[in-house]
Nanobody
Framework: QVQLVESGGGLVQTGGSLRLSCAVS????????MGWFRQAPGKEREFVST????????SYADSVKGRFTISRDNAKNTVFLQMNSLKPEDTAVYYC?????????????????WGQGTQVTVSS
C-alpha cells in the first residue's frame, strides 16, 4: 500500500543545485526513518543520506557530506534532498526509501519500500 514518488531530478551543470522530493502515501509517514540512495550505471546502489522519523538525526555518506542536506516535512508526507555543489560523479538515479525502523540507517537492508527513482545528471 505504501507508495513513494520521487521528483526534482534533471540535468545540471557542475556546481549547480537540485532539490529532490519524495512524496509518500498509503501508510503512516511520520513513524519511519527515510533514506536516499543512488545508483550510477554499472555500479552498486549506494547510500546517500538518512533521516530519523522525527527529523532529529541525520547521516550522510562521506562523498556528499557538506554538500547535500536531507530534511522532511511529516505534515506533508514528504522528504527532501537538497543537493548543492554538484559534481559529475553525483550522476545517478536517486531513490527514496522508507525504513522498517524509526531510527536512521545507512543499511539498505533496513528499507522495505522504494520509489521508482529520479535521474540526476551533472555535466562536466
Amino acid at each position: 500500500q505504501v507508495q513513494l514518488v520521487e521528483s526534482g531530478g534533471g540535468l545540471v551543470q557542475t556546481g549547480g543545485s537540485l532539490r529532490l522530493s519524495c512524496a509518500v502515501s498509503g501508510r503512516t509517514f511520520s513513524s519511519y526513518a527515510m533514506g536516499w540512495f543512488r545508483q550510477a550505471p554499472g555500479k552498486e546502489r549506494e547510500f546517500v543520506s538518512t533521516i530519523s522519523w522525527n527529523g532529529g538525526r541525520t547521516s550522510y555518506a562521506d562523498s556528499v557530506k557538506g554538500r547535500f542536506t536531507i530534511s522532511r516535512d511529516n505534515a506533508k508526507n514528504t522528504v527532501f534532498l537538497q543537493m548543492n555543489s554538484l559534481k559529475p560523479e553525483d550522476t545517478a538515479v536517486y531513490y527514496c526509501a522508507r525504513s522498517r525502523r524509526s531510527f536512521y540507517s545507512s543499511d539498505q537492508g533496513d528499507y522495505d519500500y522504494w520509489g521508482q527513482g529520479t535521474q540526476v545528471t551533472v555535466s562536466s
